[in-house]
C-alpha cells in the first residue's frame, strides 16, 4: 500500500527498478504496485495467504465458499474508466 511504500523510503529503501512481493488484502490489488513517490517498482507478485481466504480460513470449494488448496487468484492492476464523466 501508499503507507507501506513511504515507509519503505523512510528507512532508505528503493523500490525503483526491482520487483516487489505483496500479500494481497487491505486495499484493492491496483495500489499494491504504485508508489506515490513516483519510484514504481519495476514488477510486483501479489499473493494470497490461505489463512486470509483460503483453505486455512475455512471449508474450500465445492463444500464452502473458500478458495481450495491449489486455488489462485488472477486479475488486474489496471486503473481502468469504463464509464468517465460525461463535462
Do not use: H, W
Not at 3 to 26: C, M, N, P, W
Not at 35 to 45: D, E, K
Not at 52 to 71: L, N
Request: aromatic share 8%.
Amino acid at each position: 500500500m501508499p503507507d507501506d511504500y513511504e515507509e519503505l523510503e523512510r528507512q532508505g529503501v528503493s523500490v525503483k527498478g526491482r520487483i516487489v512481493l505483496a500479500r494481497y488484502g487491505g486495499g484493492r490489488r491496483g495500489l499494491k504496485p504504485n508508489s506515490p513517490m513516483n519510484t514504481a517498482p519495476l514488477g510486483c507478485l501479489i499473493y494470497s495467504d490461505p489463512r486470509d481466504d483460503g483453505f486455512g480460513a475455512g471449508d474450500a470449494y465445492p463444500v464452502g465458499g473458500y478458495r481450495p488448496r491449489d486455488g489462485v487468484q488472477r486479475g488486474s492492476v489496471q486503473d481502468l474508466v469504463l464509464y468517465p464523466a460525461i463535462p
